[in-house]
Structure formats: structure tokens, C-alpha cells
């Protein structure tokens, strides 16, 4: 148990260095979620040039099998399978699939999502929107890493990485359906990984803030913002894997929580001031629905959007 006290300094420090070393992935089966694009299909490509075998999981069975194909052009290993994370039975059936064809997985990217902007005031007749994304956001990673644990406990072995939001942290207006059920990830993970802690299995929240993918584009608001291309979000989940740290954020986040806590009164005006400045969009007003797959995109997705990364 004592090992995984410094296993993420020992991990930095080694790359600090540049030891000579196969990555922690080598051998290894990784499982990723909303894999058919964005920063699933990102993650994926890394994962498997690290010399891991990627389960590739999503709605969308074609691009499933185009980022298949492409990883196995590129030399890499992968397998395709399609799911409906939002749908119980689903995850159980893939669960009993993935387990009798690769027994225990060893790395999980809980990555698949559902975003939705828009202003409790436009919410009122809504409660379908804060269901589906608990379904998708909670419900779904939650269901599918109870599947999975078992047999990473019993291997002595196992890596959770969860995409989550630094809106856990900031509780940035309009997102209150999303933010919550982000924030309901974050916390299950903290408690599982306390629980699974001396069966060396593990688990890192990713808070990331803008990630520039297909799904922002429809916002039209984010032009004149800094953001990460998908790739280089993927790099940072496959530096998570390989490091395995608790959580992985950004400063503006954390003196956003700090301000939260030492001046909560201050932060809510602020934060008032914010939601009052920034309009809800046309989708959000006109209760329209967009569906994607494979994308990222925290804080600036249009109306209800639906993020399968």
C-alpha cells in the first residue's frame, strides 16, 4: 500500500529525466469510451502507439471502425465495441463481453458525455435535461466501472480516468444540470479510489476547461478563446494513465475553488455579474437538441448538446 504514496512523483520524476523506459502501458488493455471522435478517438491513437490494446467504445459502430482501422494501419491493437452507455443493459452486456474476451481490463477513460447550457429559468419545464445527463455523465461511467472493478481487484491492478469539468471547482452559471452530474463522478471516484486503495487500483478526475473539438463550433462564442485541441487533451489522459495522479486541473480552477471557499458571498456576485452578461444561446432558448459523439468541449456547449467525446 505504501508504494502508491509517491507512484505519481516517482512517474514525474522518471520523465523528468528521461529515463529509458517502456511506457506503464505496454501490455496493457485499455477500455475508452466515447472513442469514435474528439478526445476519445485522440486517446485512443496514443494509447495504442504506447503498445496497449484499446477497446474502443461508443454509439456510432462506423467511426468505431474507422478509428480501428487507422489504429491497425498505424501498427497499434484495437477492438470495436458499439454501446448505448445511457442504457443499463448495455453497459451489463458489454461488461460480460469485454471480461470473457480480454479478461480484466487494466485502464478505463470514462470519457463519454452529455453537456447541456442553459439557464434554470429556461429549465423550469425541463427535468428531462438534468435525467439524461446523470444517465450518461453518472449513471453510465459509474455502472460500467463497478463492471470492470472486480476483476482490476483481484488482478492487484487497475487505472481509472474519469473526464470531468473544472466546473466542478468554478459551479460556472448555467450548467447546473451538467456541473452536478460531473460533480457526482468526481466525488464517487474520490470514495472508490479510497475503498480500492490497497488492491493498488486507482483513479484520476481530468477537471479539464475549453477543449476545441466539432462541438464547439456551433456556439459561435468561443473564436477570441484559448483552448486545447483535441490531441493535445489526449496527451494529457494518456500522461494520466501512465502517472496515475488524483486529479489533473488548471490554475484558473483552482483559484476559482479557493475564492468559493474564502469568499463565497464574492464569488456568487461574480458569478451573477458573469451569468448575466452571457446570453443563453438560440438553441438553449428554443429548447433544441443537438447530438454528437467523440467530443469535449467544457463550458461552451450550445443549448442541449448532447457530448459523446
Known amino acids: 500500500m505504501a508504494g502508491l504514496l509517491f507512484q505519481t512523483p516517482r512517474a514525474r520524476l522518471r520523465r523528468l529525466l528521461g529515463a529509458d523506459s517502456p511506457s506503464p502501458l505496454a501490455g496493457r488493455t485499455t477500455l475508452i469510451t466515447g472513442a469514435s471522435s474528439g478526445i476519445g478517438e485522440a486517446t485512443a491513437r496514443q494509447v495504442a502507439a504506447r503498445g496497449s490494446t484499446v477497446l474502443l467504445v461508443a454509439r456510432r459502430a462506423p467511426e468505431l471502425e474507422r478509428v480501428r482501422t487507422e489504429i491497425e494501419a498505424a501498427g497499434g491493437r484495437a477492438a470495436v465495441y458499439p454501446c448505448d452507455l445511457a442504457d443499463g443493459g448495455a453497459v451489463d452486456a458489454l461488461v460480460k463481453q469485454v471480461l470473457q474476451d480480454h479478461g480484466a481490463v487494466d485502464y478505463l477513460v ?29 449513471f453510465g461511467p459509474v455502472r460500467l466501472t463497478m463492471g ?23 459551479k460556472a452559471p448555467k450548467f447546473s ?21 490497497g488492491d493498488n487500483v486507482t483513479f484520476t478526475n481530468m ?53 468559493n471557499l474564502l469568499a463565497p458571498r464574492l464569488s456568487d456576485a461574480l458569478m451573477h455579474r458573469y451569468d448575466r452578461a452571457v446570453p443563453d444561446s438560440a438553441a438553449a432558448r428554443g429548447g433544441s437538441e443537438e447530438r454528437h459523439e467523440g467530443d469535449h468541449a467544457e463550458h461552451d456547449d450550445q443549448g442541449a448538446e448532447e457530448r459523446r467525446r
Do not use: C
Not at 491492478?157 to 466542478?168: A, L, S, Y
Not at 452530474?181 to 466525488?187: G, I, P, Q, V
Open 110 to 138: 470514462n470519457n463519454a458525455g452529455r453537456s447541456i447550457r442553459r439557464s434554470l429559468h429556461l429549465s423550469y419545464d425541463r427535468f428531462h435535461d438534468f435525467e439524461r445527463t446523470m444517465a450518461i455523465n453518472y
Open 207 to 259: 477537471r479539464f476547461g475549453l477543449v476545441r473539438t466539432d462541438m464547439v463550433v456551433p456556439t459561435g462564442s468561443i473564436e477570441d478563446r484559448k483552448g486545447l485541441s483535441a490531441e493535445q487533451a489526449g496527451a494529457r489522459v494518456v500522461r494520466a494513465l501512465e502517472d496515475r495522479p488524483i486529479t489533473v486541473g488548471n490554475l484558473a480552477a483552482h483559484l476559482g475553488e479557493a475564492l
Open 148 to 170: 470492470l472493478l472486480p476483476a482490476m481487484r483481484e488482478q492487484g491492478f487497475g487505472h481509472v480516468v474519469n473526464i470531468v469539468t473544472w466546473g466542478v471547482q468554478m
Open 177 to 197: 444540470a451538467y456541473i452536478a452530474s460531473k460533480t457526482a463522478l468526481d466525488t464517487w471516484s474520490r470514495i472508490a479510489g479510497r475503498e480500492a486503495y
